[in-house]
């Protein structure tokens, strides 16, 4: 089992930026990818960006250059810097990793808004 905590949302102006944070515990040893992920107000989850141990990274086109994607491995932490936020950017932001035997674990979510 793998616990999950999020932590960083809230509310910011367009144009601000936030920084996420996502400290992973338990059987961590078999994390192979770590991501973010979010789910807009009426809409589904969709993905923002993952990460895997060996570095290499993957980005939505709709955060690409805007957001980035990293990883503490000393500390089981993923991060996504998040700047230049948009309106379009408010959703409830996901956490998650996936072990090299195909278990997928979630965290809580956080809220991120982005509004005047």
């Known amino acids: 089992q793998v616990q999950l905590v999020e932590s960083g949302g809230g509310l910011v102006q367009p144009g601000g930026s936030l920084r996420l944070s996502c400290a992973a515990s338990?059987?961590?040893?078999?994390?192979?990818?770590r991501g973010w992920y979010r789910q807009p107000p009426g809409k589904q989850r969709e993905l923002v960006a993952t990460?895997?141990?060996?570095?290499?990274?993957n980005y939505a086109d709709s955060v690409r250059g805007r957001f980035t994607i990293s990883r503490d491995n000393t500390q089981n932490t993923v991060y996504l810097q998040m700047n230049s936020l948009q309106p379009e950017d408010t959703a409830v932001y996901y956490c998650s990793v996936s072990t090299a035997i195909g278990y997928t674990y979630w965290g809580q979510g956080t809220q991120v808004t982005v509004s005047s």
């Open positions: 990460i895997t141990n060996g570095g290499g990274t």
């Open positions: 338990g059987s961590t040893f078999g994390i192979v990818i």
